[in-house]
């Protein structure tokens, strides 16, 4: 075939089966498509024509693959204008978050909304917080704060006064969430679950995020800046599609989106329309949660938590959890198995707990019968799996079911998770990827936008080493060697993504989709794995230029997403 373009290294670490290495990549770069890999020598004589870019002493690697994100309620929520302060993007402590209020009120423009997202009581050491907590800091200006959780907002006076309740006393409380009160009956800043805090920041955020597409947009040039080149949407609801595609359809889009439709919507299982290429953006199946999240004792598990301070601090019952913690019976699972299940689509199901786990894998094995499913490519998968443990790895492997796992819980948590949140026998095993690895089953890695930033290289790290950035080791006997971690991070990732054909490894025949690096990962320290530098992503056969990226989307009119705010909050992420 064909290549107008060679690119060379000092090393391309290909990612193909046998991990092979090559010096040089031949691109057409009409398709954008590989069309060797080998020698320089070899692919010029090829093709004398092509043009040769030697990257000098870089490392070409695929493109990092984000196997579950949800880049667009992310970017609203973690990207300026709005304030992130999760305690692993800078602001560890309660105390650094209160420097942020201060600097933030003193800054901002008087009276303009702002939002917060990401404060974590068992991380931050802090309690829930009210309104006039925050009136300290924001005496004059509507403010909405997150909790990292995604289950509870935060919010001040001058939000009660905007909403114009009667005596400052919120309404009757919407179906499935409520709003906090005093005894009196007014609000004290605080609103739990969807109804409620849509009702209380929606109109906040759609002043504070003047221009939500542009702060989705955002988020997906991190991931970019971070390596990566593929990821998913997977709360997708029918509300994101003008937004999806707006973000894929640009000429400079750096990143290819599969996405899964939450199973709540009607029309889960409708098709996906759209003028954008199916390389760049289609619609994979349906998103199901069994169960919630660790940090705030939603899991269904049959570890215990511990009694102590940060697990009382962080809103949780001491002791263990169950199956009432699921967000489904198994007949509500099924009625969706059954509905769905026979038209193609490709699960997805969140679970943390152990229980969750059993629950759902009794799920798919029934659905995975019933449609005949068994032993053929329906890459039905599970996300997350915190608890998970070797057997339950082994079922899933029997029945074909891929495993997508959360290296930041391990990473940001890990420390706390051994001997604080949980006894340390269980508690340092979180997130037991060595025990997935050795399952047979193919396991990815995710990060899970807005829980954790996209940062391939420290999930790589960490899985290898099993270090914490606090230096702390737990659990040694789940690391992974390096070719299986860089799997789970490229090929695995494009493979639970249904894109391992035409992406996820450096082979004839795929986009030629690069990460490029600064140093060869497997040439240094494993524990140093995370300062390697990013130098640069390739889409397509093509350098990515993010900062055109954000121009092209700052171009489209905000009031065509002007809505776009409610997906930020209307959606179940208890991850
Ligand atoms: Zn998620």
Known sequence: MPADLIVTAKSVITVDKAMSRAEAVAIDSSTGKITAVGALADLQKDSPDAKVQNLGDSVILPGFVDAHNHPVMSGIVCMEPSFWIAPYVGFPSYDDVKKLFVKANSEQPAGAALMFQGLDRSLQGVGELSNTDLDAFFPDRPVVVADNSGHEIYFNSAVITSLGWADNKPPADPEGSRFGRNADGTSNGRAYEVGAMLAVAGKIMAEAVPHPLLSAAKWLKSMAQNGVTMTSEHTYQSSMQKALIGL?????????????????????????????????????????????????????????????????????????????MMNYSRAQIDAVIDAQGGNGHQFAFHCNGDIALDIVLDAFEYGLNKFNLVGTDHRWRVEHVGAARADQFARAASLGVGISMSPFQFIYWGDILDGTLFDSEVGAQWQRVGDAVKSGAVVSFHNDGSVSPSIPLLNLKSTVTRLTPSGKLHGPEQKISLDDALRAQ??????????????????????????????????????????????????????????????????????????????????????
């Open 248 to 324: 894929t359809m640009v000429p400079a889009a750096p990143i290819r989106i599969s996405l899964y439709h939450m199973s709540t919507e009607a029309d889960c299982g409708a098709a996906f329309v759209s003028p954008v290429p199916e390389s760049m953006l289609k619609k994979n199946g349906i998103k199901l949660w069994a169960d919630g999240s660790p940090w705030v004792g939603t899991i269904a598990s049959t570890i215990a938590y511990l009694d102590n301070p940060t697990v009382v601090n962080a809103g949780i019952t001491p002791g263990t959890h169950g199956e009432e």
């Open 490 to 575: 490229t090929i695995n990732g494009a493979f639970h993504l249904k894109r391992d054909d035409e992406s996820g490894s450096i082979e004839v025949g795929k986009f030629a989709d690069f990460v490029i690096l600064d140093t060869d990962p497997y040439a240094i320290d494993p524990a140093n794995i995370d300062k390697i530098k990013v130098q640069g992503t390739w889409l397509a056969g093509k350098p990515v230029d993010v900062d055109a990226y954000l121009a092209q989307i700052e171009s489209i009119d905000p009031s065509e997403h002007k809505d776009l705010h409610a997906v930020a909050i209307d959606k179940p992420h208890k991850c």
